[in-house]
């Protein structure tokens, strides 16, 4: 099976000879003894060109996962821990990835560097199966649920401005405050809803944004400069309020809490690498963590 899978990703008998270092008699050989195994024909040959039958496309694609599964039992029983190696995909929510998580991911590529790491930054909903991703890391209020998502920690909203905007247009110390100020919304609309809880009672602020982005990256850096008041997740301004470039705003205003989700396919076994990678993330989000 491993050799008919050659064949069909070689695109030709002669190179999946060449691949798995045996004659071309031989992949021709075994491929007609899997054939008669299963009495169909697999791959219609000519001479000079061949295509693939759909019972061989079937069993290609119910093959693949199978022999990915063989490959990495191997890999988990036969190497230490410190020796991984291998593929490993994953897609991570853009800004938490590139404003948080990217220390870390510099960190296990150094220290495991014989896995084949490749990392996609972007917020959209996947398909783990179809678009074969060992991984993804997701900032939501709500994750898929069940076994395959692992909640690795919490994170919030709150509202920043910088120290300089607070001194020319002053500190609002109740929600209605916030009318009279700049506020920068992440999304596209050009009109606005804010919803949280001061005090334990419920607010809704309807407003028109100062200015709008997609990018949380911008828009935090736009409040540094003293354009506004941003709502942001604490990871993406936390160097910022460190460095006391940003002050946090209307503290008591409680929104709601994003989970951080580490999801994996649901018929999908987690091997070492996928383990260790989880680690790493569990030890970076530590001070998200209940």
Not at 17 to 38: F, N, P, T
Not at 266 to 282: I, T
Request: charged fraction near 30%; proline fraction near 6%.
């Amino acid at each position: 099976m491993k050799l008919f899978v050659t064949v069909v990703d070689q695109g030709s008998i002669a190179k999946a000879a060449d691949v798995m270092s045996i004659a071309k008699s031989a992949v021709s050989r075994r491929l007609a003894q899997l054939e008669g195994r299963y009495d169909v024909r697999l791959i219609d040959r000519q001479p000079g060109k061949w295509w693939v039958t759909d019972a061989g496309r079937e069993l290609y694609q119910r093959a693949n996962p199978m022999l990915a599964d063989a490959d990495d039992l191997d890999r988990d029983f036969m190497q230490p821990t410190r020796n991984l190696s291998g593929p490993l995909r994953v897609t991570i929510a853009h800004e938490f990835g590139m404003t948080f998580l990217k220390p870390m991911l510099f960190r296990f590529a150094k220290d495991f560097p014989e896995i084949e790491l490749a990392v996609d930054f972007d917020d959209r909903t996947i398909d783990l199966d179809r678009e074969n991703y060992d991984l993804a890391i997701r900032i939501t209020s709500k994750g898929p649920g069940g076994d395959s998502d692992i909640t690795i920690g919490q994170t919030r909203h709150g509202l920043f401005a910088s120290p300089d905007y607070l001194r020319d247009h002053g500190m609002p110390c109740e929600p209605r405050d916030l009318r009279d100020h700049a506020l920068l919304q992440y999304g596209p609309s050009r009109r606005a809803i804010w919803k949280f809880e001061f005090d334990g009672k419920p607010c809704k602020l309807e407003f028109k944004p100062y200015l709008n982005s997609r990018t949380g990256a911008f828009l935090k850096d736009a409040a540094v400069d003293g354009m506004g008041i941003v709502r942001m997740l604490d990871f993406v301004v936390r160097q910022d309020v460190e460095a006391k470039r940003l002050i946090p705003v209307l503290p008591r205003a409680d929104f709601e809490n994003f989970g951080v989700h580490l999801i994996h396919a649901p018929n999908r076994r987690l091997n070492k690498r996928m383990r260790a990678f989880s680690q790493a993330v569990l030890n970076r989000c530590a001070d998200f963590q209940p």
